[in-house]
């Protein structure tokens, strides 16, 4: 029976699918009562309300197509090859697998495109072109291939006021920003701070308690101990998080120690968004000049100097081991410094139990691809080279050499910003991945990598050099580390202490050389070349044992090796041996 006359007839059945979109994850709810800056239910409830309406729609379950936190303003949400959920249902769309007469439910336009006009009005015809019934609830348009063409001529209307609200917001704030930034001698730029600070009026002040966790953080790592292993300390020790993470980690430490702002720096960035494989990516570019004390400082310039060393040494690769977990022990304090003086390869550690003797080895001698098969006894070699350590003195270095590595620095520094700079023109004038730019940008950037290492080394020579004024604090940290030692302390208590001292080695030692006929050469930063071999160091041309005089004891040694000693000693003595 068919229905009575007069009365429209009822639309045939039909697919709907609901595209809901949001540019900031900001205008979802958390749950709190915040309905007022919930956009996403919001439209949720619109889309409901019209299918309760409309019961010839079935909503699509198979595509969850929601862009949170997408921009259509920079047209994230469509940009081929990106994630944008739009992007895939026209794609879906044009391949056919959608049919024609489905429903695209949307809020209004603006969720849809807010691009300029010819982008978003192509994109809204391609849709209705391909047989897509796009809904716009909010204001009760309906675009489908039977439309009045009037009905297209308002949506440009509707989309151009989307775009220039967009444009108009962009503008806006970035006019807001930098009055803010011209007006930052006068007022606090932001009250997003630092974790170790607190807002105090119109200031900031330092969070005691955790002033002293940053200063801890710079000291372990100016020490030598790696970012997790900073991170597992404070684990270990129970110190609460600053932020939502249940636990630290090595990036949260890098983070804090490789920003300047503990020194009281302030540097105002402004954010430069792009399009890579669809997503908006927003980079933060310097947009002034580093403002000093901005904050209050939390640790001294001192403390900063020795931290990036090593932190630089560590991210230039020319640390051992960069990075790298050391376990729970450090045996080993030349680890990766000791090299054998025939091939040039690293002298291996190996301890093969308590009736064994602990030796450096060559690397390769057992491949059989080095000759220099010696045997240097570790812990003769060790107790020789920080009674050594404890006595150089390298601030008496030439003062020529050390004019002359300040101005080589001054040199890589001004050479390393033109670089920087012609870099930022180019990018300027030709765009990030432009065909042109691009090699001449990487050329740029493997020059700069390699100043930045050449600047790390030199910074770290000048500051050991100045500050190696007699045993500086070398005596007491290799003090503690021995008392710890022979108490047999705790792994953790001793893995600091070692460490700390295997750092202090590092910085002051350029190489350290075994050679075949037992002899161990040391080059120091000041260029100073000093001899070890069994536990005596060669000292104004005389042989000198190590440990009783310096440390208060000594080790006992087997009849053989005494022997061995004896023969050599004497041998040296004969033939006044020189270094």
């Given at each position: 029976?068919?229905?009575p006359?007069?009365?429209?007839?009822?639309?045939?059945?039909?697919?709907?699918?609901?595209?809901?979109?949001?540019?900031?994850?900001?205008?979802?709810?958390?749950?709190?009562?915040?309905?007022y800056?919930?956009?996403?239910?919001r439209?949720?409830?619109?889309?409901?309300a019209?299918?309760?309406?409309?019961?010839?729609?079935?909503?699509?379950?198979?595509?969850?197509?929601h862009?949170i936190?997408?921009?259509?303003?920079t047209?994230?949400?469509?940009?081929?090859?990106?994630?944008?959920?739009?992007?895939?249902?026209?794609?879906?769309?044009?391949?056919?697998?959608?049919?024609?007469g489905?429903?695209?439910?949307?809020?209004?336009?603006?969720?849809v495109s807010r691009?300029?006009i010819?982008?978003?009005?192509e994109?809204?015809?391609?849709?209705?072109n391909?047989?897509i019934?796009?809904?716009?609830?909010?204001?009760?348009?309906?675009?489908?291939?039977?439309?009045?063409p009037?009905?297209?001529?308002?949506?440009?209307?509707?989309?151009m006021?989307a775009?220039?609200e967009?444009?108009?917001?962009?503008a806006?704030?970035?006019?807001?920003?930098?009055?803010?930034?011209?007006?930052?001698?006068?007022?606090?730029l932001?009250?997003?701070?630092?974790?170790w600070l607190?807002?105090?009026?119109?200031?900031?002040?330092p969070?005691?308690?955790?002033?002293r966790?940053?200063?801890?953080?710079?000291?372990?790592?100016?020490?030598?101990?790696?970012?997790?292993?900073?991170?597992?300390?404070?684990n270990?020790?129970?110190?609460p998080?600053?932020?939502?993470g249940?636990?630290?980690?090595?990036?949260?430490i890098?983070k804090?120690?490789?920003?300047?702002?503990?020194l009281g720096?302030?540097?105002?960035?402004?954010?430069e968004?792009?399009?890579?494989?669809?997503?908006?990516?927003?980079?933060r570019?310097?947009?002034?000049?580093?403002?000093?004390?901005?904050?209050p400082a939390?640790?001294?310039?001192?403390?900063?100097?020795?931290a990036r060393?090593?932190?630089?040494?560590?991210?230039?690769?020319?640390?051992?081991?960069?990075?790298?977990?050391?376990?729970?022990?450090?045996?080993?304090?030349?680890?990766?410094v000791?090299?054998?003086?025939?091939?040039?390869?690293?002298?291996?550690?190996?301890?093969?139990g308590p009736?064994?003797?602990?030796?450096?080895?060559?690397?390769?001698?057992?491949?059989?691809?080095c000759?220099n098969?010696?045997?240097?006894?570790?812990?003769?070699?060790?107790?020789?080279?920080?009674?050594?350590?404890v006595?150089?003195?390298?601030?008496?270095?030439?003062?020529?050499e050390?004019?002359?590595?300040?101005?080589?620095?001054?040199?890589?520094?001004?050479?390393?910003?033109?670089l920087?700079a012609?870099?930022?023109t180019?990018?300027r004038?030709?765009?990030?991945?432009?065909?042109?730019?691009?090699?001449?940008?990487?050329?740029?950037?493997?020059?700069?990598?390699?100043?930045?290492?050449?600047?790390?080394?030199?910074s770290?020579?000048?500051?050991?050099?100045?500050?190696?004024?007699?045993?500086?604090?070398?005596?007491?940290a290799?003090?503690?580390?021995?008392?710890?030692?022979?108490a047999n302390?705790?792994?953790?208590e001793?893995?600091?202490?070692?460490?700390?001292?295997?750092?202090?080695?590092?910085d002051?030692?350029t190489?350290?050389?075994?050679?075949?006929?037992?002899?161990?050469?040391?080059v120091?930063?000041?260029?100073?070349?000093?001899?070890?071999?069994?536990?005596?160091?060669?000292?104004?041309?005389?042989w000198?044992?190590?440990?009783?005089?310096?440390?208060?004891?000594?080790?006992?040694?087997?009849?053989?090796?005494?022997?061995?000693r004896?023969?050599?000693?004497?041998?040296a003595?004969?033939?006044?041996?020189?270094?």
């Amino acid at each position: 029976m068919g229905l009575p006359s007069g009365l429209p007839a009822a639309p045939p059945p039909a697919i709907a699918y609901s595209y809901l979109r949001l540019s900031s994850k900001r205008q979802v709810s958390k749950g709190d009562g915040e309905r007022y800056r919930d956009g996403f239910q919001r439209q949720i409830e619109l889309r409901d309300a019209y299918l309760a309406e409309n019961p010839h729609l079935t909503l699509d379950t198979r595509f969850n197509l929601h862009d949170i936190g997408v921009s259509a303003y920079t047209r994230a949400n469509i940009a081929e090859g990106g994630t944008g959920k739009l992007r895939l249902f026209v794609n879906e769309v044009e391949a056919g697998r959608i049919a024609a007469g489905s429903y695209l439910l949307v809020e209004s336009l603006d969720r849809v495109s807010r691009a300029e006009i010819n982008i978003a009005q192509e994109l809204l015809l391609r849709l209705v072109n391909n047989g897509i019934i796009v809904r716009s609830i909010i204001d009760r348009q309906t675009y489908h291939a039977r439309s009045d063409p009037m009905q297209f001529i308002i949506s440009i209307v509707y989309l151009m006021r989307a775009h220039d609200e967009s444009l108009m917001k962009a503008a806006r704030l970035r006019e807001t920003w930098v009055r803010k930034r011209a007006n930052i001698g006068k007022r606090k730029l932001t009250a997003r701070i630092p974790s170790w600070l607190e807002v105090d009026g119109d200031g900031f002040r330092p969070h005691g308690h955790r002033k002293r966790i940053v200063e801890r953080i710079f000291s372990e790592l100016a020490d030598g101990q790696g970012r997790d292993a900073i991170a597992r300390g404070l684990n270990r020790d129970g110190e609460p998080t600053w932020g939502k993470g249940r636990a630290w980690h090595g990036g949260v430490i890098q983070k804090i120690t490789d920003t300047r702002a503990v020194l009281g720096e302030f540097r105002p960035h402004r954010l430069e968004f792009s399009i890579r494989n669809g997503i908006k990516v927003g980079k933060r570019i310097p947009a002034g000049d580093v403002i000093p004390d901005y904050y209050p400082a939390v640790i001294d310039e001192e403390l900063w100097d020795r931290a990036r060393r090593v932190a630089d040494a560590r991210r230039l690769g020319t640390t051992p081991n960069a990075g790298g977990r050391q376990g729970t022990r450090i045996s080993n304090l030349f680890g990766m410094v000791a090299e054998c003086a025939m091939c040039g390869k690293p002298m291996n550690y190996r301890d093969r139990g308590p009736r064994s003797t602990i030796v450096l080895i060559c690397s390769t001698s057992r491949a059989g691809t080095c000759a220099n098969d010696v045997r240097i006894p570790y812990l003769e070699t060790e107790d020789a080279v920080l009674t050594w350590f404890v006595q150089v003195d390298l601030s008496k270095a030439d003062a020529g050499e050390m004019q002359r590595l300040e101005q080589s620095l001054r040199d890589a520094i001004a050479r390393r910003d033109g670089l920087q700079a012609e870099a930022e023109t180019l990018m300027r004038a030709f765009g990030r991945g432009d065909r042109f730019a691009e090699p001449a940008i990487d050329r740029i950037r493997g020059e700069v990598a390699t100043i930045e290492k050449g600047i790390s080394e030199t910074s770290a020579t000048l500051l050991t050099l100045r500050e190696a004024g007699g045993s500086d604090g070398r005596e007491p940290a290799i003090a503690l580390m021995l008392d710890l030692d022979r108490a047999n302390a705790p792994d953790e208590e001793r893995y600091a202490a070692r460490i700390r001292v295997r750092q202090m080695l590092r910085d002051t030692v350029t190489s350290m050389r075994c050679r075949q006929d037992g002899h161990v050469d040391i080059v120091a930063i000041d260029g100073s070349m000093h001899r070890f071999r069994d536990g005596y160091w060669l000292h104004e041309g005389r042989w000198h044992p190590s440990g009783p005089g310096l440390f208060g004891f000594s080790r006992k040694v087997s009849k053989k090796v005494e022997a061995r000693r004896r023969a050599w000693l004497e041998a040296a003595v004969a033939a006044y041996e020189d270094p």
